[in-house]
């Protein structure tokens, strides 16, 4: 199976590592075309092999499975330059989730998939989301799955979805890793505890819990499990309710509104008329 990948930029550069040292394919089989050459030659170092495309179009041309892992608003020049070279029998995973199944359907003539990954399934674990286009066979679907199946759980959402389970996967482990330095900072000030030791501590809770929760734990009983009525852990919990309350609607209010702003700007920039008129 050849592989193109465009784009090698921070989410790309980790998908294309983590498959690759899941050895769901040889470096031989990979081909990057980025624009920034310093990436892909730093990928190409790291798994002898791997060729570098001179075009976006050479990286698509002969591949079976092609990546698109560009910003949204590139998403116009890069379609342009590889269109031409992709067959119908070939596969196209996008990444980017303001630009739609229908939309790539619309402007290319291969079989598509939308993925989004996480900075998590770097170290093979975390979710990564599927959504597939019209044009996909079960085999196709049976591939994809197989191959992400060895840096994450993939999981199956509706398309119209992807914002708030994105904001889960792909955002969150920036959401905790704030709240986690917040937490750690604070046990520094108030107990004395060394910093490089206080976030050791609170990494190994942090990775303790998920284990749990991915035992079948839920979050209700994990609280009512560490907490004892009148006890440290329940009068603190109450003072991070109140801190806390409603925070993480605000916070998706926020991604809702600017995945709203780029959904148009997408739109604008993929319209037909507007391809037609290049």
């Known amino acids: 199976m050849k592989v193109g990948f465009i784009g090698a930029g921070s989410m790309g550069g980790l998908l294309a590592g ?15 075309a980025t624009r920034t050459s310093s990436k892909a030659e730093r990928l190409a170092h790291q798994f002898p092999g791997l060729r570098i495309g001179p075009t976006n179009a050479a990286a698509a041309k002969d591949a079976d499975l092609v990546f698109l892992c560009v910003k949204p608003m590139d998403y116009r020049a890069v379609i342009g330059e590889i269109r031409g070279a992709l067959r119908p029998e070939q596969v196209l995973v996008s990444i980017t989730s303001p630009v739609t199944l229908e939309q790539l359907e ?13 900075i998590v399934n770097g170290a093979a674990s975390g979710a ?132 709203a702003e780029d959904l148009i700007k997408v739109q604008a920039a993929l319209a037909e008329q507007s391809f037609l008129s290049d």
């Open 18 to 32: 983590a498959l690759l040292r899941a050895r769901a394919f040889e470096p031989s089989d990979v081909t990057i």
């Open 106 to 118: 619309r402007l290319l003539p291969c079989k598509i998939a939308k993925i989004i990954p996480s």
């Open 128 to 259: 990564s989301l599927f959504m597939y286009g019209s044009r996909l066979e079960p085999a196709d679907k049976k591939l994809l799955l197989s191959l992400f199946a060895r840096i994450s759980e993939p999981i199956e959402i509706p398309e119209d979805s992807v914002r708030a389970a994105s904001d889960l996967s792909s955002c969150g482990p920036a959401f905790m890793a704030y709240l986690l330095e917040q937490f750690v900072e604070a046990t520094v000030e108030f107990a004395g505890l060394a910093p490089d030791v206080a976030a050791r501590v609170g990494a190994e809770m942090l990775l303790g819990t998920a284990r749990l929760l991915e035992q079948g734990c839920t979050t209700q009983e994990l609280q009512a499990r560490v907490c004892v009525p009148g006890g440290i852990t329940a009068v603190a919990l109450e003072e991070l309710r109140d801190a806390t309350k409603d925070a993480f609607r605000k916070v998706m209010r926020k991604t809702h509104d600017k995945y």
